[in-house]
């Protein structure tokens, strides 16, 4: 066999370009070469005016950085914090039928309350992973769940918010809540920003009492996960989460012995929905906003 020899001029060609290779500084671990360089060029969105008009949301979740930024220099220093949650609603409710609530009674309390923003709604809420056996009732252990709620607060306290308030709408969410807001709360007494439960929110029996009283419903109890109060509102908010096209197909059209499917059902809810944003304003308002 022949040895291979390589004219001088390449062999002069190949070690520069090792020696070149060798003294090229490694990039930094973790970043890449032009990426690098564009973050080290990044524009301070802190002192950035915003070149855009701000959309019209209270959601946190939905809003730029630039708009959450302005929001809070503008006053909207509340931040809300609730707590949905997945579970067996009857057969035709969706099993997230809680925090569906959630989101457009958090948008009514916070545009009512006016210096108020909703974070992003907690639609896992505690319970016993091992014995969750419904379909769809999907859960964390309260210890995970109080850790998730202090770390949201944590993170909306250091962003800038003064007032931070929690809510549930799951019975089961609402012992952990209360217990780890009034911890976060004692912590906080000295730092300038109050976190607090607002147990109003979660009034079912005032709720109830309305329906009856206002609403003039008197339900018959069907044995199911469900009720007018819970059914009502989903007609307002989206009437698929309530299967309101398949109930009139399939003729099914009453919860508890009380029609659903009319003109009335879809106004009741509203003013369920308002009655408790009404309720949980004024609870707000007492802590201080």
């Known amino acids: 066999m022949k040895k291979l020899i390589l004219p001088a001029i390449v062999l002069t060609a190949l070690l520069a370009s090792f020696t070149a290779l060798a003294q090229t500084p490694a990039a930094p671990r973790g970043q890449r070469g032009a990426a ?53 609603n009857g057969p035709y409710i969706v099993v997230d039928q809680h925090g569906s609530l959630v989101r457009a009674q958090c948008d009514q309390i916070a545009r009512k309350l006016g210096t108020a923003l909703c974070a992003p709604i907690m639609h896992i809420t505690p319970g016993d992973p091992e014995k969750s056996a419904n379909p769809g009732s999907i859960v964390m252990t309260p210890d995970v769940f109080k850790s998730v709620v202090a770390n949201v607060a944590t993170s909306l306290k250091t962003q800038g918010f003064k007032y931070i308030y929690t809510m549930v709408d799951h019975g089961s969410a609402a012992g952990p809540m209360a217990d780890i807001s009034k911890t976060l709360g004692e912590q906080w007494k000295d730092s300038g920003v109050r976190l607090a439960y607002v147990k109003e929110y979660y009034n079912n029996a005032a709720i109830e009492q309305f329906v009856k009283d206002v609403l003039k419903v008197d339900e018959k109890n069907e044995g199911f996960h469900d009720d007018y109060f819970a059914t009502a509102p989903q007609l307002a908010i989206d009437p698929l989460s309530a299967r309101i096209p398949q109930r009139i197909k399939a003729g099914i059209t009453k919860m508890n012995g009380t029609e659903v499917t009319g003109q009335k059902g879809i106004e009741d809810g509203k003013k369920i929905m308002a009655f408790r944003t009404d309720m949980t304003v004024k609870a707000i308002l007492a802590l201080g906003k």
């Open 36 to 88: 690098a360089a564009n973050r080290a060029l990044r524009i301070d969105m802190n002192t950035m005016v915003n070149p855009i008009e701000a959309v019209d949301t209270v959601w946190i979740e939905d809003m730029t950085q630039l708009e959450i930024r302005d929001a809070l220099r503008a006053g909207k220093t509340t931040a809300l914090i609730f707590a949905g949650g997945m579970e067996n």
